[in-house]
């Protein structure tokens, strides 16, 4: 809650899980993991964790993307968010908090009343994942990343206050995986896997997070599905498409009420 309190966040509410069926990454995932290692000795499922994915700021879309085919490459992952693993989090908060702040972003810089009213970030998603770290490392500090890239192209890992800001699998040439620590609280973690195929999209869950009431964003967080307005936007779309359109509800009621605004102001005019 702590994480959240700036938001006037109380609690979440989950309102939906889908299992994801998808077997050509269920088979390559099997198939990555008996390379490395002997699966009739029950001892590697030690290292097996369900870790979370949320959306990116960075990457628009990629949650759905990896549902359908699956992370990245490593080298993709440096190119677009700088590092180079697929990166993983047992902290809800961790997963989703770059959406929310980028949400915030986007509200202050929105000239539209309605948008910043609602606080469109109220609604979210993460995938959970199912992993195998296989032989895992906390990162390192500034003094050995650089140490341990010297002899290699790549650039300077350092961030403006000295901290690795890039996990790299060259950096990690021994390794599967690293972790790094929230400092505020040791046990929310983040994951970095180089092995993208070891990352395995098992559920979306769905959820609303409750707003402290008489705050801004408390109608638009208690919005569900279920609501007279929800379901009047639903019901304007395709049946066959309803059910996957629910996540956007929200989004849907609010371009609805930004369109009345508009026809208000034309017949002002």
């Known amino acids: 809650k702590e994480d959240f309190a700036a938001y006037d966040v109380t609690g979440l509410r989950v309102t939906r899980v889908t299992r994801i069926h998808n077997r050509f990454l269920r088979n390559r995932f099997e198939a990555a993991l008996e390379s490395m290692v002997d699966v009739s000795d029950s001892s590697y499922k030690r290292s097996l964790e369900y870790l979370f994915f949320g959306d990116c700021p960075m990457m628009p879309g990629e949650l759905q993307r ?5 992370f990245r490459h490593p080298h993709e992952y440096a190119a677009l968010t700088s590092d180079g693993a697929v990166c993983l989090s047992n902290s809800v908060s961790l997963s989703d908090l770059p959406r929310i702040q980028m949400r915030q972003e986007q509200m202050k810089n929105s000239k539209s009343s309605t948008y910043r009213s609602h606080k469109a970030w109220a609604t979210g998603q993460v995938l959970v994942t199912k992993v195998f770290l296989g032989k895992s490392v906390q990162e390192m500090n500034v003094v050995a990343a650089r ?28 390794h599967n995986s690293v972790f790094r620590m929230k400092p505020s609280d040791p046990k929310q973690r983040l994951w970095f896997v180089f092995n993208h195929a070891l990352v395995l999209p098992e559920y979306i869950v769905e959820f609303e997070y409750d707003v402290k009431p ?29 059910q996957i359109s629910r996540p956007i509800v929200p989004f849907l009621v609010y371009a609805s009420e930004v369109q009345k605004e508009r026809e208000k102001e034309k017949e002002k005019e």
């Open 214 to 242: 008489g705050s801004s964003g408390e109608n638009f967080a208690s919005q569900s599905t279920t609501d007279a307005r929800a379901q009047a936007e639903l019901e304007k779309l395709e049946f066959d498409i309803r």
């Open 147 to 174: 140490r341990a890239i010297k002899d290699s192209p790549l650039k300077d890992t350092s961030g403006p206050k000295g901290e690795p800001i890039r996990i790299l699998p060259e950096m990690y040439p021994e």
């Open 66 to 70: 990896a549902t359908e085919d699956g």
